[in-house]
């Protein structure tokens, strides 16, 4: 299952907020042995936030949207969504029901244009303030608010998606001091034929010392990675290199 995350909104791009999305996430997935193949991050700009989910939504990937579904001017999420899928854009019934259940009167008039999605949507419940995302074609829409997105991912996550978990996987490797990449590469060619169910990575470092590091390690089942994390210290000791547990 290829999985997706779009985060939306200037205040991103422009740095004014950090993403934190992505680290939810990834706490999400990783338990339940699931990844992120892919991250987008969009401003609030109509035809372009469009075309980035015309893209999305023909993919076949499950993606996982954050931002721009509230009221206001700039939040234009839903309508996208809707424009994308050649849709129109309606109130749903649950949707009006939670938000006038938490407002009442102040639902309306802005609030309760939250409960527009386009047609055929399902809600997400939103455990923090009652005002719900949607869910349409696979991909699922949520606040930019990470305290609220995080329980709505996580409630998507068991109510659509269980069937495709898997065991979670570990990673382990050791860190080359003064190692340089270009002589682990014949290395890495051949341990990657050694364990192809395997993902090994090299995450190369210069300190402010100027010492060199390299992460090397790799990313699996448990019992796969202990077996090729002993080939990496067994390479490291035939190296004479220095060398410390990540």
């Known amino acids: 299952m290829q999985i997706g995350l779009i985060i939306i909104g200037d205040e991103v791009i422009s740095g004014k907020r950090q993403d934190k999305h992505l680290a939810q996430a990834n706490e999400l997935l990783k338990p339940r042995g699931l990844q992120i193949s892919w991250v987008r991050i969009v401003g609030d700009e109509p035809n372009l936030l469009q075309q980035t989910l015309e893209q999305t939504f023909d993919s076949g990937a499950v993606v996982f949207c954050f931002g721009g579904i509230g009221a206001t001017p700039d939040d234009r999420t839903r309508q996208c969504a809707a424009a994308a899928l050649g849709l129109p854009i309606e109130p749903h019934p649950e949707g009006v029901a939670e938000i006038e259940a938490q407002f009442g009167e102040d639902a309306y008039p802005q609030r309760i244009k939250m409960a527009e ?21 696979d991909h699922h829409f949520m606040p930019g608010f990470p305290m609220m997105a995080k329980p709505m991912m996580e409630w998507v996550l068991n109510q659509y998606y269980s069937q495709n978990y898997q065991s979670p ?41 100027e010492t060199r590091t390299i992460d090397l390690g790799v990313e699996g089942l448990e019992d796969d990675v202990l077996k090729g994390y002993e080939a990496l210290i067994e390479e490291a000791r035939k190296r004479n290199a220095e060398w410390h547990p990540l």
Request: charge should be negative.
């Open 169 to 209: 996987t570990i990673e382990k490797g050791i860190k080359l001091i003064n190692g340089q990449e270009s002589e682990w590469v014949e290395f890495m060619q051949t341990f990657e034929k050694q364990f192809p169910q395997l993902r090994l990575f090299s995450l190369p470092s210069i300190l402010e010392d």
């Open 117 to 137: 999605y386009p047609e055929g949507a399902a809600i997400i419940p939103n455990f923090y303030n009652r005002v719900p995302g949607f869910s349409i074609k």
